[in-house]
């Protein structure tokens, strides 16, 4: 009977599943090996022995830190919306623009949020094909093409792209934000970190730009689920419309802001990783069988013979990473995620092995 009672368009949704499983090297979720810098977790140590005030609710606009993340990006706090991850941020965008039937765009493959906020939000998605051919590439004029044809209300870029790691040239993205003018262009920043590129800029000139950022990746705070929207503060107030009260944990705001104060040691966290990302590129096409795509974020997606096969022997040596299985667009891929120079070369020594003793 509970099944009859669930929206036709949602009965065939599976809820995430993270491998929870016992494992000896976790590459598998794109999150940093690094904590938080030990200062931070110092502070945040005296923050919560002094007196949190965790009876009571919390900032429910997250002032302080949306004033700090202002004072890092030179915008207005009224520019900035923070969400419990940017997958909160995503659903609330479709919950304010998406009206039942209307159409959103987003890339494929893709982070499969932008799929299913628009479904549960009950409108209809529509995909856009990235370029296998070419390193999952985008084309501005495909995308407009899809906008002029479709009409939909909100547009998704992901660059860097996840799972597939390629960017799309800031001059591409905003040929996009100019010629879409009713649509919602969202661009979701949340590896540009590991790239150095924004288009953050351009809140100023385009009212229907939306950047979405997080502080799970190079900042390496997955763990307390923070992010945050950047746009115009007309579309600011417009998102805020269906942002819940009390979104953001008081703890996980002192610990984002804390981290903001320590962006030194952060950098010297994502130079690290960039060079390891690049040192184990070069290693993975020494392989035979792997194809590997050009990445600007901490993972590397990579095309792997007999991927199903190698999958369970990692998994067996207790090493996770990301595959794809049979989805059409990511045939026998796996995406990697970047951890420390021991972890990656752990890695490296086993693909060696598998790859060459099949």
Not at 202 to 227: D, P, Q
Not at 248 to 259: C, R, T
């Amino acid at each position: 009977m509970i099944e009859e009672l669930i929206r036709t368009e949602i009965r065939s949704f599976i809820p995430y599943n993270a491998n929870q499983q016992p494992y000896k090297i976790k590459l598998d979720a794109n999150e940093s090996p690094f904590n938080l810098p030990s200062a931070a977790r110092k502070k945040l140590a005296e923050y919560v022995l002094e007196d949190p005030r965790l009876n009571m609710y919390p900032d429910t606009d997250s002032i302080q830190l949306r004033e700090a993340l202002g004072s890092y990006w030179n915008v207005d706090k009224e520019n900035i919306i923070v969400g419990t991850g940017s997958d909160q941020l995503i659903q609330i965008i479709a919950n304010v623009f998406v009206e039942k039937g209307d159409k959103v765009l987003y890339p494929a493959p893709s982070f499969g949020m932008y799929k299913d906020s628009c479904i549960v939000a009950g409108g209809k998605a529509v995909d856009y094909i990235l370029d296998q051919s070419n390193n999952f590439s985008y084309c501005a004029d495909k995308i407009i093409q899809a906008y002029e044809r479709e009409k939909p209300k909100i547009i998704y870029i992901c660059s860097p792209n996840n799972p597939t790691g390629n960017l799309m040239p800031q001059d591409e993205i905003i040929k996009v934000v100019k010629a879409c003018t009713k649509s919602i262009v969202v661009v979701d920043e949340a590896y540009a970190d590991f790239s150095d590129t924004t288009v953050t800029p351009y809140i100023k000139e385009y009212e229907n730009l939306l950047i979405l950022r997080t502080f799970s990746k190079a900042f390496g705070l997955a763990g307390i689920r923070c992010g945050y929207s950047i746009a115009s503060e007309k579309l600011t107030r417009a998102v805020n419309l269906a942002r819940p009260p009390y979104n953001i944990s008081s703890l996980s705001q002192y610990a984002a802001a804390l981290v903001l104060s320590n962006i030194d040691e952060i950098k010297t966290n994502i130079k690290y990783l960039v060079e390891e990302r690049e040192r184990v590129s070069l290693k993975l096409a020494e392989i035979d069988g792997i194809k590997v795509y050009a990445s600007a974020a901490n993972f590397i997606l990579v095309k792997i013979q007999n991927s199903k096969d190698v999958y369970t022997k990692l998994c067996e040596r207790g090493i996770f990473i990301r595959a794809f299985g049979s989805s059409p667009l990511l045939s026998d891929c796996m995406r990697i995620t970047i951890g420390t120079h021991e972890q990656n070369s752990v890695l490296l020594d086993e693909l060696c092995t598998i790859c060459y003793n099949k």
